[in-house]
């Protein structure tokens, strides 16, 4: 298994390679729901998962992330409760872009800068 800084420098060289090729969606392992976009960055071999909301090749939101040691996320307390998070955010943007109070234009969320969203 890895070191933690080594898997911290793994992490980090993917979103490297990613700010310049692409959040494509074959980087990332589906999570939650088919109609989400909570997708994971795993770390193979550590068992690191770190959580995202991948709302295009151009944009993606970081969320939290750990070890996860069981199964499915849904057997880990943490790991749930950040998908989750993930999955309410989710749906709170789709809301806002679909009543056209927040887009998407190229690299970034428009019309979020004043947002609270309560998840």
């Not at 933690?4 to 490297?16: A, G, H, K, P």
């Not at 998908?83 to 019309?111: C, F, H, M, P």
Request: proline share 3%; glycine share 8%.
């Amino acid at each position: 298994m890895p070191s933690e800084r080594m898997t911290l420098r793994i992490i980090l060289n993917q979103i490297d390679t990613m700010l310049l090729k692409g959040f494509e969606e074959r980087r990332f392992h589906p999570e939650g729901k088919m109609s989400d976009g909570v997708a994971a960055l795993p770390v193979y071999k550590s068992g690191l998962r770190l959580y995202c909301l991948r709302m295009s090749d151009s944009v993606l939101i970081v969320g939290n992330g750990g070890v996860k040691d069981t199964k499915t996320y849904e057997e880990d307390e943490d790991l749930n409760g950040y998908v989750i998070s993930l999955q309410k955010l989710d749906a709170l943007l789709k809301a806002d872009i679909k009543n056209g109070l927040v887009r998407i234009e190229k690299t970034e969320i428009v019309g979020i800068d004043d947002k609270e969203y309560d998840l």
